[in-house]
Every structure is written in C-alpha cells, then in structure tokens.
C-alpha cells in the first residue's frame, strides 16, 4: 500500500469538536477501503493568505494514511463534495516522519521561548528615523528643476495644447 501525507482546510465557523468528527468520518471512509490512519494533528485555527469561500481563517489538520490508491480518491471525492471543506492537498511519501511535524515543532519552540516571535519587547517602540545608516559617501548633488539634461521636450498628438 502506497504512504500519503494529507491535509485538509476545515471552515473557520466549526468548532473543534466538528473539525475531530471530521477526522473520524474520512478515518472510517480510508479504513473501510482497506487503509488505515496513523498520526492526526491538529494545527489549530489559521488565517489564510487570502480568502476561501469567504473565509479569512480555517482549521488545519494533517493526517499520515497508509491505504490503496482507491480509498485515497474516495476520501478526496468526500472531502469535495462537503462545504465544511475548504482545500485538501494530499502528497506521496516514501515514508511517514518520526515524531511531530515541522509545524507542530516551529509552535513548540515558540512557547518554549516564551514570546511570540516579534524581536525583543524591551527596546521601545522604533521607526524608520532610529536607525544610523551611516556615511553615503560622495554622491552628486540632486537637481529637480533641470529638464535640460534630457533633451528638448516634444508635444504631445491628441491633447490640447500639441501638435494637430
């Protein structure tokens, strides 16, 4: 049996509780055709790059199957035919990674830090003034108001004022 990585976008307005009964429903659709199930996670409520069927945020889940190509695609027709489902991405894997996923890793070390990853709060506030850039070195001086430099200028066809 081939190994997929799978996951699947849940509606921002389901409860969690939804989005576990969710789970469980495409568990049985994979189970029944012959495959089986191994790590769920869920990644929690995350806002999306852009809206999806007006949805500014959805529930992520990753699920490691192991089943035959035919439960595979009829999980994916399921999973199309629910407006519970916003996107679904499955991906073939030569095998499943140990332990938990790089998302679940990167929201570990996160509160391992004990900051949510925006720098350090204890400088103050800071604007583009604050910072030194230092010596620009010799540059010519601007000049705005010379037009010389680039030829005379010609009228324009069609506006009032040119050339007819």
Known sequence: MALYEHVFLARQDLSQQQVDALVEQYKGVVEANGGSVGRVENWGLKSLTYRVNKN????YTLMDLTCPPAALNEMERQMGLSEDVLRFLTIKVDKHEEGVSAMMQKREERSDRGDRGFGDRDRGPRSFGD??????????????????????????????GGAE
């Open 56 to 59: 500014r945020k959805a529930y």
């Open 131 to 160: 910072r030194d850039r230092g010596d620009r070195g010799d540059r010519p001086p601007r000049s705005f108001g010379d037009r010389d430099d680039r030829g005379p200028r010609r009228p324009r066809e069609g506006v009032e």
